[in-house]
């Protein structure tokens, strides 16, 4: 009987540090769906946010860390957020920081793949 078997191939990753801890980003499925899921998530987040008389902004902080907490396990690992966020007040802008690096560090790792 004949068996398929793959290619020996390694999938590209790219080692980034985060507050001093190393961290892998994978370029593969599971991370391009954590992309896929971060942006179509925020996106009624984000015009919640545009919005001039947002009332409920403890929601929307809420918000944005839960989408960032499954963003982030998601691409580096179980546990990320609360190693990255654990001693941090909750900040939206630091949530979008810390996402807006790993899609930079994700995209120089397409560009050298």
């Keep these: 009987m004949k068996d398929f078997t793959f290619e020996d191939k390694k999938i590209k990753k790219r080692q980034i540090s985060i507050r001093g801890k190393k961290y892998y980003i994978r ?6 769906k954590a992309i896929e ?9 984000i015009k919640k946010m545009e ?7 403890i929601g929307v902080n809420i918000d944005v860390s839960r989408i960032t907490k499954r963003f982030l396990d998601d ?11 654990f001693d941090r007040p909750m900040d939206i802008e630091d949530h979008c920081k810390v996402v807006q690096f ?6 120089k790792n397409e560009h050298t793949a």
Excluded: C, Q
């Design 27 to 32: 370029n593969d499925v599971k991370t391009m």
């Design 37 to 45: 899921r971060y942006t179509l998530s925020m996106t009624p987040v």
């Design 51 to 57: 919005l001039k008389n947002v009332k409920d902004t």
């Design 75 to 85: 691409t580096l690992g179980k546990h990320a957020y609360d190693n990255i966020f």
């Design 102 to 107: 790993i899609f930079e560090e994700i995209a």
